[in-house]
Structure formats: C-alpha cells, structure tokens
C-alpha cells in the first residue's frame, strides 16, 4: 500500500506569533505544489501561535497544515490554562500530538491519559498524532519492543479499527530527542515496524498496512534521506530543525534531495 509521507515541525515552547508568521512565510517561498502533492507538511506551533498561523495559511492559501501539541480530552469545563479538542478543530488544526515523551515525562501523561485524549481529538475529528517510544535505560535494558508494544496497546485501548488507520504514529526514541543523537537509519525502522507489527496484532493487517508511522529524533536536513529510505518510515517528527525555514524544507522535501 502506498501511504503518502507526512513531516511534521513540532515547535515546542519556541517562538513568538510573530517569529511563526514570520518561520511560515519563509517555509512556503521554499515548497512548490509538487512538494504539497508528494507529501504532508505541518507545522505544530504553541498555542499562542495558532490563530496567527491559521489566519496566514488561509489568507495565503498555503497548503501547510496546521496541528497543535496538546489537548485535554474533556470538550469544556473548569479546568483552568487547558485546552480543549473543539477549540483546536475551531482553529482548523487537522492533527493534535498525543503521548508525547515530554508530556508523559513532566507532566505524568500514562497511557491512560493518551487514550483519552485520541478519544478527545477523534471525536473533534481531527487526527491524533501518537507518539511512543522507549528511555536510554529501556533500550540498554533490551525492552524496546516490549515499551513500544505496550505503550501502542494502551494509548489505542477501545479505538475502532478504522480510526487507527487514519492516524499518525510517531516513534521517537526519547534517547534521541533534543539530543543531537540520532537513531541509526536500521534501528528507527525497526522501532517503526514495531509499532506497525503491534497495530496489525491488534487490529489487522490492512490496518497496519494504511496507519502513517513517523520517526522522530534529531531529524535533520543531513540525515533525513537516509531514514525516509526505510521501508517502514513514512515521515518525520521533527524537532529543533523545524524552528529554521531553510532546514524544514530541505526535510519537507527529501525527496528531492
């Protein structure tokens, strides 16, 4: 099955409304219609930024998505600084991070909480982009295929079978985050093929087949060819490079390289 890549630019807690008008404006002079045609590029700013940047891509009519980083999975209520699926969907975010290592590991987002959540951004019907991934010490502890495993089961705990095949997978080591280590190109596909082995356990293989997997990692403009070269590896989640128009589009456009 052909499944059409997807590079996303997670930007984190980086950048101001303006700097993102700014990052997007650049990002677009780069990229062609052949290059939206051959893949889906996004951007994930912070919160503050969305309203800027979905004003700039419509009045543009720039076919950069738009996703956010989070989301509480209540739709409305008293809980105070959070942000709900319907107000992203009402700002025309197409994808919404779920799992993320950072929020698992500082904020104390279990599995439990990820499913809510892909529940929440399901039912606002926009995409979940599910991330999984092991520490250093789960990997020298040889249990990678063990956490991805588990941490996939868990996060798609009572999701039908045809939503998780319209979703995002990312695999993204957390050893490689914001490390300037990078997986080698054989190990991010094995890790990526985990989550594909573990979506066709639980649902089929024509499932597993459609769902969209990632890596993400310290992807930069240097290595990205080699990992989109993977059988398994459909995009990339890409961090710090994503904060610089010149290296997002030369990953956003690996195929040209």
């Known amino acids: ?9 997670n930007w984190k807690m980086n950048l101001t409304h303006l700097e993102g008008i700014a990052l997007v404006q650049n990002l677009s002079y780069h990229l062609t219609q052949d290059d939206y045609d051959a893949t889906d590029v996004a951007v994930i700013p912070p919160f503050t930024s969305l309203r800027s ?21 209540e739709p409305s209520g008293a809980y105070t600084g959070e942000i709900a699926a319907p107000m992203l969907a009402a700002l025309a975010c197409e994808f919404v991070l779920a799992g993320h290592s950072e929020r698992r590991a500082l904020f104390g987002e279990d599995d439990g909480v990820v499913n809510s959540k892909i529940k929440a951004i399901l039912g606002a019907e926009m995409t979940p982009i599910l991330c999984v991934g092991e520490t250093l ?39 490689a985050i914001g490390t300037g280590r990078t997986a080698l190109a054989s190990d ?52 710090g490079a994503s904060l610089t128009a010149d290296d997002f589009a030369v990953i956003a456009r690996f195929k040209r390289l």
């Open 188 to 239: 991010a596909n094995d890790g990526c093929g985990v989550v594909r082995r573990t979506v066709a356990e639980l649902h089929g293989q024509d499932t597993a087949d459609a769902v969209r997997v990632q890596y993400g990692g310290s992807v930069k403009p240097g290595n990205v060819a080699e990992l989109m070269s993977q059988p398994e590896i459909d995009g990339a989640l890409v961090g």
């Open 53 to 73: 940047i979905q004003t700039l891509i419509e009045g543009d009519r720039l076919a950069i998505r738009l996703g956010a980083q989070s989301c509480h999975h």
């Open 137 to 175: 010490e789960e990997r020298d502890a040889d249990q990678v295929e063990a956490v991805i495993s588990s941490q996939v089961t868990g996060s798609l705990a009572g999701i039908a079978a045809e939503d998780v095949a319209g979703m995002v997978i990312a695999y993204e080591p957390v050893w």
């Open 1 to 9: 099955m052909s499944r059409k890549p997807i590079i996303a630019g």
